[in-house]
Structure formats: structure tokens, C-alpha cells
């Protein structure tokens, strides 16, 4: 595997763990009710922070990372819930999306960090037209693979390098919406 900038080669499973404060800036500027699933939670950061605010929380991975979260692959996951909050692995989020859209409670809400560059793609054009929110991360966040993480701990986190978003589906909405665009300061 290719050596990234940051001097760690890339996790063949796409597995970067986001810090629990870019959740919390999540819910701190969209409305999420009712409990929330990650489906690609890793070591539970999203669930934990999630838990932090007295929501009620689930996650699985499709690796065993942690013990209290159980081994599945979310694309043939036929679970319902209120709420989707996941950091997906890069080469699979336009499935895992499509598919979260699916089991997601009408009204419930589909939110997926990701790259920016994940906005600039012709091939998901038709995903973007039902999207409600996108929400800039004008501070790059720190996401070590989980590898990195693991034997190093917290201190590897630096300052980040590449640019994130949170985006926002509506479970139940299938046609154009006016997207709006926040910048998370």
C-alpha cells in the first residue's frame, strides 16, 4: 500500500476514526430525534458521543473492533432505524448511503461524514439531488486509521489535512430538494 501525507499507509478497509468532536457539532446544528444507529462504527466513537448527550445509541461494524458492537455488513443489514450517523468507508459510501435511505424511518435522518471531494463526483449526482444539508467542517478534523489509533493513542491526532462534510439525507425524500449549505465554523 501507498504511503499517505500523513506517513501511515491507507487502511485496506477505509477505516479513519473521526473525533467525537465533529459529532457533537453535528447534532449541535441539525435536529436529530429518536435513537441513532452507526453501521460502520469502529471503536463506537460516533455511538459514545451520540450516548454523551442521553440519546439513545447502536452501532455495528463489519470488522470486530470493539467487543460491544457487533460484526455486520450493514449492506445486508434489513434492520429499521430512526436515525443513521456513520463515517463509512470511502469506497463503499455511495451504497451504504443508498441503503441507509432505505432503512431509515421516514422523516429520520441519514448523516455521513466524508471527504469534501465526495461532492465532485458525475456518478453521484443522483444521490446529492435528495440531499437536504451539507455541512462544511472549516476546521479539518484528525482521522488516523483506526490501526494508527489503536497503537498510538489520542496524541497522534495532529492538525488535519483534508477537508470533511457532514451530509445530510431525510429518510422519505426521493426528489430535488434545495440544498443548503452551512459552514460549521
Known amino acids: 500500500m501507498a504511503e499517505r501525507r500523513s506517513g ?3 487502511d485496506p478497509l477505509d477505516w479513519y476514526v473521526e473525533p467525537a468532536s465533529v459529532v457533537h457539532a453535528l ?8 435513537a441513532v444507529h452507526d453501521p460502520c462504527c469502529g471503536v463506537g466513537t460516533i455511538p459514545d458521543a451520540v ?28 434492520g429499521t432505524y430512526n436515525n443513521i450517523v456513520t463515517n463509512p468507508p470511502f469506497r463503499a459510501a455511495s451504497d451504504i448511503i443508498r441503503h441507509a435511505k432505505r432503512r431509515v424511518r421516514p422523516g429520520g435522518v441519514v448523516a455521513v461524514i ?16 435528495s440531499c437536504e444539508r451539507v ?3 472549516s476546521r479539518r478534523p ?3 486509521t483506526g490501526e494508527a489509533l489503536a497503537e498510538h493513542g489520542e496524541s497522534i491526532r495532529g492538525n ?6 457532514w451530509c445530510v439525507w431525510r ?10 449549505i452551512d459552514w460549521m465554523l
Open 51 to 78: 450516548a454523551s448527550r442521553g440519546i439513545a445509541s447502536s452501532g455495528a461494524d463489519i470488522a470486530a473492533r470493539d467487543p460491544r458492537f457487533p460484526v455486520r455488513n450493514f449492506l445486508h443489514d434489513t
Open 8 to 10: 501511515h499507509a491507507r
Open 27 to 34: 447534532f449541535n446544528h441539525v435536529a436529530i430525534t429518536g
Open 135 to 137: 455541512l462544511i467542517l
Open 160 to 165: 488535519g489535512s483534508i477537508d470533511f462534510c
Open 114 to 129: 466524508a471527504q469534501a471531494k465526495f461532492l465532485y463526483s458525475q456518478g453521484r449526482v443522483e444521490l446529492f439531488e
Open 142 to 144: 484528525s482521522m488516523p
Open 171 to 180: 429518510a422519505g425524500v426521493d426528489g430535488p430538494t434545495d440544498c443548503k
